[in-house]
């Protein structure tokens, strides 16, 4: 390549470079008289102030009605009040909503008398405010309404195109019927919109780093960004949209072209991780700080967490029923994953099994889900070091650490494992038990605890594996029961895999000891401690591990292909006598043009690489980068916030879908602007080699009116769809052959519809 072809090449990229930098402003494409989001303020903020007002009255029509417990009410509502009490519970999701719907209980007086028991229960009866806790969220909904205006405004969208996003989300049933209501979803709304409005206003400062106002909205994102993921866990798919965005913006800063240098581009990359990374997680961790200070009381949420997190609880029934075990105590040992209890009897394994392994043919060691007799268990120190069950202080207390042998009381016969194959699974080792004084090497089990920071062994209150010191596996039991030889019983093996963490059991009675009785002289146990982190994150692991294991099947349940054409929906509530029933669905009209709008852009986008394959180029050069950075990102948005739930096994329902239907109204209203406002107007103008000139001159006259006529008529179609649809909305009284009427699609399963 000639030096001079490659000068020319360099100072076209430069000259593109420089190009792309610039803001798109439609007045140098069309003069003063026609209508970008920077002009006109004053006709902004009468939009803006008119939009708003429709959204108030939408929102909050009938919000009374009905006055009883509806759809998930029943948890969040109940979320509030053991705040209001301060006992413990558990939940899949962050704590940041529920303690925003807490604080509005508190405000209004609620003091979480009721438990929101059941759906269909009056509010009335019980005297609790449920139309100011309503008002929260429905509030948050008139908010996200501003904030889709205001994200299209921001981005460099005409007026009527503002209008058009706001308004399809107002007139959005399914947005109406979630945001009105005690449940989370607005304020995850209200806090992803308000974290891609920030970064919008950060990317428009991006001329100006380090900037007061560059540092500002800056640091906004990352605030809104961690209040985003502390309201629910798939906030993390907003993280990822902004990640993506971060990575793509510090990828064109590397660029030599750019003039930085290192020490420069790493100023930008400290700024963004300490901003976007350090600042939001400082954020998430603060709201568990005050949700762990509130929750100090034993609560429903005791039996999810480990005995080590419900002894920091007040008036833990776990504490209070806690003993110390001594060497020769009794004792009955649960199976934490199973909660089953370890057993034997004097039966024994078949000689030979029914694939005809061999067995050793000792005496069977089981789990059975009941206690008896036959579960308790003699706990008594090693003897190869001289040690004693008792010393002249008393009974000697086991302790982490310790080398022990289990003798089976009723029996007497002293627990064993060793070297031979378990029935149901080979690779794991048979448990039996061989009589006191034999085999002593293959009877001692080193005792060792869940939390390493305790050091004496109570019951309920530790957590422990049993591991035999002769071949290192670890005591532990299935689901399987064993055939009828075994009475049907679990089958307890040794687990090679000794660090596993169903290999875990507890302690639960102790023969002759009665704990309410030692324990009734000590009114207040001293509560227990544990680092916040450590608390921290056991309740992560078990909100991750619980909500992936909602797999239960549930009737309204749906698959994520079925969402963007709403195939499915859920009902809420339902009031036989008056066939009125809140259904939650969608505008059909609105999600059904959202889709067309998301083929529109992938249409775009394939159209503009074959035709610049062709050395055709049939988009201006910022309209095209905005199509590509504008709508890309908002396409970015809906992906990130749809996509991931087709590989996530939990049950799913429609509501899941709500903030990628959100985003694409963005996407809708950037395809709105592409068609109407930027003139390309048609395929073949699109790929035709026709003069830009041209194409802006016969545009100039028409463009106005495109836009306001499209505009109008898409928004008189989907307020006629939202009025047609309102009785499932807002819980209107129907007649039979109206619940039928609406029963617009197939797997509409409205109730009274026969």
């Known amino acids: 390549m000639s030096t001079k072809l490659r000068q020319r090449r360099v100072e076209s990229d430069d000259t593109t470079e420089k190009h792309l930098d610039v803001d798109y402003d439609d007045s140098k ?95 009335l009866d019980h005297q609790v405010p449920y139309i100011g806790l309503r008002a929260l969220p429905a509030t948050l909904n008139v908010l996200c309404v501003a904030l889709v205006y205001l994200i299209m405004k921001e981005s460099g969208y005409s007026l009527a195109i503002c209008v058009l996003s706001a308004s399809m989300y107002i007139f959005d049933n399914a947005m109406v019927t979630q945001n009105r209501l005690i449940l989370l979803d607005s304020m995850l709304l209200i806090f992803m919109l308000a974290t891609m409005y920030t970064y919008i206003q950060f990317r428009k400062m991006r001329h100006l780093p380090f900037s007061a106002g560059w540092w500002f909205w800056l640091l906004s994102t990352g605030i809104c960004m961690a209040l985003t993921v502390s309201v629910k866990m798939v906030g993390l798919f907003l993280v990822a949209l902004i990640g993506f965005s971060v990575i793509y913006d510090l990828w064109i800063l590397l660029d030599i072209k750019r ?13 963004r991780a300490f901003s976007l990374i350090i600042v939001p997680i400082g954020i998430y961790l603060f709201w568990f700080y005050i949700h762990f200070a509130i929750l100090n009381e034993s609560g429903p949420g005791d039996s999810f967490m480990s005995s080590r997190f419900q002894d920091t609880l ?70 190869n070091e001289g040690e004693e069950n008792d010393t002249e202080e008393g009974p000697r207390l086991v302790k982490n650490g ?11 016969t002293d627990l064993l494992t060793h070297d031979v194959a378990s029935p149901w699974m080979p690779t794991n080792e048979e448990v039996t038990t ?33 591991i035999h010191e002769d071949t290192k596996v670890a005591i532990w039991t299935h689901n399987k029961k064993l055939p009828d030889w075994g009475l049907e019983q679990l089958e307890v093996n040794g687990n090679k895999n000794a660090i596993e963490k ?9 023969r002759g000891k009665n704990a309410s009785e030692l324990n009734s002289d000590k009114t207040v146990k001293e509560v227990g401690s544990m680092p916040f982190i450590k608390k921290f994150l056991e309740l992560q692991g078990r909100m991750i591990s619980h909500n992936a294991g909602l797999t239960k099947p549930h009737p309204y349940q749906s698959t994520p292909i079925t969402w963007p054409f709403m195939i499915r ?22 999600w059904y043009l959202s889709v067309g709008g998301i083929a529109v852009f992938a249409g775009i986008m394939l159209a503009d690489v074959l035709a610049r394959r062709r050395g055709i180029d049939p988009i201006e050069e910022p309209v095209r980068h905005r199509v590509l950075q504008s709508s890309g990102f908002f396409f970015a948005a809906w992906a990130l916030h749809y996509l991931p739930f087709f590989i996530m096994g939990r049950s799913l329902f429609l509501h899941h879908y709500l903030p990628a239907a959100t985003v694409n109204y963005l996407l809708l209203g950037a395809m709105y602007q592409f068609i109407f406002v930027d003139g390309i107007d048609s395929p073949v103008s699109f790929l035709s080699q026709k003069s830009k000139t041209t194409r802006l001159t016969s545009m100039k006259a028409e463009v106005s009116w495109k836009v306001y006529v499209a505009v109008g008529i898409t928004l008189l179609c989907q307020l006629a769809m939202f009025i047609f649809l309102a009785p499932l909305t807002y819980g209107t009284p129907m007649t039979l052959e109206q619940v039928q009427s609406h029963q617009l699609l197939n797997g509409w399963k409205l109730q009274y519809a026969k």
């Open 29 to 123: 494409k069309y003069g003063k008289d026609s209508t970008p989001s920077q002009r006109s303020p004053k006709a902004h903020q009468i939009a803006l102030f008119t939009l708003c007002a429709i959204a108030t009255f939408v929102t909050f029509y009938k919000i009374w009605n009905p006055d009883e417990v509806v759809f998930d009410e029943v948890h969040f509502g109940k979320f509030a009040g053991y705040y209001l009490k301060r006992t413990y519970y558990f939940d899949v999701h962050p704590p940041l909503a529920k303690l925003m719907i807490a604080g509005a209980g508190y405000l209004l007086g609620f003091d979480g008398h009721y438990d929101f028991a059941n759906i269909g229960d009056n509010y």
């Open 569 to 590: 929906g859920v009902s809420y509530w339902s009031q036989e006598s008056t066939r009125s029933q809140i259904y939650l669905t969608g505008n059909l009209f609105g």
């Open 314 to 383: 007040k008036n833990s029934p776990l504490k209070m029923s806690a003993l110390e075990i001594h060497y020769g105590d009794e004792i009955t040992l649960k199976h934490k994953d199973t909660n089953a209890f370890l057993h034997s009897h004097d039966l024994h394994y078949p000689l030979r099994y029914e694939d005809g392994r061999v067995s050793s043919k000792g005496q069977q060691v089981t789990a059975v889900m009941e206690s008896n007799d036959n579960c308790f268990w003699r706990i008594k120190a090693s003897t």
């Open 502 to 510: 169903t290999n875990y059991w507890a302690a639960q009675e102790i």
């Open 434 to 466: 061989v009589p006191v004084g034999t085999r002593y090497a293959e009877t001692l089990f080193k005792i060792i605890f869940d939390d390493d920071d305790q050091d004496t062994l109570e019951t309920h209150m530790t957590s422990f594996r049993l």
């Open 259 to 271: 003039g930085l240098s290192m020490d420069q581009f790493m100023k930008h990359f400290y700024a």
């Open 402 to 412: 310790d080398i022990i042998q289990l003798e089976h009381v009723v029996t007497g």
